[in-house]
């Protein structure tokens, strides 16, 4: 019996990544699909200001490595923008919050003035019925 010889098996290798290209995309992504939510803006400016900085860590990986540069461009753009738009979501929260106190403290003012006064009145009606009480009734 003999034995042919064995043929070299071919030794895989991974395709190239951007690590840094990917995980920039995808806070970028995060943060232009969350910056929409009024209540919280943090989770949209922190996820678009780490985007940023690893979209353009990516960026320069991938001049090196010749792959990942449309990914942190993607990361990089929706990074920018999640945080621009969640910046001004986060201003127009606090005008909207800041006109409400205003009118809560105004009418919270107007309603303890009312409140005052009536105490006020109902002391003074109290006042005549216990004058009206004590006052002897005239003979007729």
Do not use: Y
Not at 20 to 35: E, F, H, P, Q, R
Request: aromatic content about 4%; hydrophobic content about 45%; proline content about 6%.
């Amino acid at each position: 019996m003999t034995t042919t010889p064995q043929q070299p098996q071919p030794q895989w290798t991974p395709p190239p990544s951007n690590g840094m290209a990917v995980a920039g995309m995808i806070l970028g992504i995060i943060s232009a699909a969350t910056c929409w939510i009024w209540c919280a803006p943090w989770i949209a400016i922190s996820c678009g200001i780490v985007g940023i900085i690893l979209s353009v860590v990516g960026m320069k990986a991938a001049k090196i490595k010749a792959v990942g540069h449309g990914q942190a461009v993607t990361g990089l753009v929706c990074g920018i923008a999640g945080t621009a738009i969640s910046f001004i979501v986060l201003v127009c929260v606090a005008m909207f919050l800041s006109a409400a106190v205003t009118i809560v403290d105004k009418g919270g003012k107007a309603f303890i003035k009312d409140i005052e006064r009536a105490a006020k009145q109902a002391e003074e009606a109290q006042k005549r019925i216990q004058k009206s009480q004590t006052q002897p009734e005239s003979p007729e």
